[in-house]
Nanobody, 125 residues
Framework: VQLQASGGGLVQSGKSLRLSCAAS????????MGWFRQAPGKEREFVAA????????VYEDHVKGRFTISRDNTKNLVWLQMDNVKPEDTAVYYC???????????????????WGQGTLVTVSS
């Protein structure tokens, strides 16, 4: 599985940005998909995930109500809609694929099967 993230850039505080992730392979529809981020000098942290079964969404508390994860299984695409962004959202954002059939422990980096290359989001105040 290869993951290609895009859509990062410089955005003003309070504005919106949408990240995209294109996935290869035939197992996409059976994989929960997620987004993580890593700010300078910090560890990689969970942002959002969408389970492959039921479509349930899980969010990190600091982005809940501002970010929305979605997916299109017919096109092998995942998005992260980022609204009302804040300077503390500045980070490299990584698209992530969980193992086929997995739907638990979504917040853990050790649960990830494949990582994308990352896309930088910089929020100016």
């Amino acid at each position: 599985v290869q993951l290609q993230a895009s859509g990062g850039g410089l955005v003003q505080s309070g504005k919106s940005l949408r990240l995209s992730c294109a996935a290869s392979g035939r197992t996409f529809s059976r994989r929960s998909m997620g987004w993580f981020r890593q700010a300078p000098g910090k560890e990689r942290e969970f942002v959002a995930a969408m389970r492959w079964v039921g479509g349930n969404r899980v969010y990190e508390d600091h982005v809940k109500g501002r970010f929305t994860i979605s997916r299109d299984n017919t096109k092998n695409l995942v998005w992260l809609q980022m609204d009302n962004v804040k300077p503390e959202d500045t980070a490299v954002y990584y698209c992530a694929a969980y193992p086929p059939g997995s739907y638990s422990n979504l917040r853990m980096t050790t649960s990830i099967d494949y990582w994308g290359q990352g896309t930088l989001v910089t929020v100016s105040s």
